[in-house]
């Protein structure tokens, strides 16, 4: 079947449709994923959502100390239906997640939380000791699934904290020396949390240097995104329909 369409909603279809969006905001990014290859089919709507839920808590876990949740769009399939909520609070959003679902009367087919980073800074005052903070650059973690899907999931993450940039007071250390072994240690241990490998790493543009656990060199200061190309519109199918005297009786 054909993915739902959006709807009038902020929707991501796929990868490329995501990477597409960053691309029109101006946003290098990359993004490290894997499919579930799960049979939806043979799940009920509570196991289905349920299923999600396992999922964000499988990231989140794992990338525990290097992101913090903002935000969360889920949608169900066909794009009937979009819940959104903000401002989330760290220590009690899967609470508020499951909430969420035991009232969902529907199968979700797309979960996106959207994220901030923590990430070390130098100051002025102290530049001997980097000191964490909360750093408001694109990232998300996005799941697809539901009856048509086989369960993939993705992390995308600016490349602004992986760059050439060199941090303040810091001696020219650059920004991806410092952040580039948070990232790898977090994607490693989603691997072992999740008992999958990452298969799919991709970038927005074709300037970035990525491998199976993050940004393998920095990525140029001021890198600029190329969007993927647009899937092609075939058009409608037309059905087959035989004339009288093809048919034989």
Known sequence: M???????????????????????????????????????????????????????????????????????????????QQINRGNLDQMTFLDELMLILKNLKERIWTLKLKLSVVGFLRSDWNPDNPIRVRIQEPASFTVWGGPDESGFQTFTISATLFSTRPMINAGGVELWSVNQPLLEKALKKWERQTGRRIDVVRGNSPDMSLGRHGFQRPAPHNLRPTPPPEPEDTGPVEDFIPDLEDLNF
């Open 2 to 80: 054909p993915a739902p369409q959006k709807q009038g909603f902020d929707l991501d279809l796929d990868l490329d449709d995501q990477h597409r969006h960053h691309a029109a905001r101006g946003d290098a990014v990359g993004s490290w994923g894997f499919s579930s290859n799960i049979n939806f089919t043979r799940m009920s709507q509570e196991e289905n959502n349920v299923w999600f839920f396992e999922q964000v808590f499988n990231f989140l876990r794992s990338f525990f100390g290097v992101v913090m949740p903002d935000s969360i769009e889920i949608t169900t399939v066909n794009a009937t």
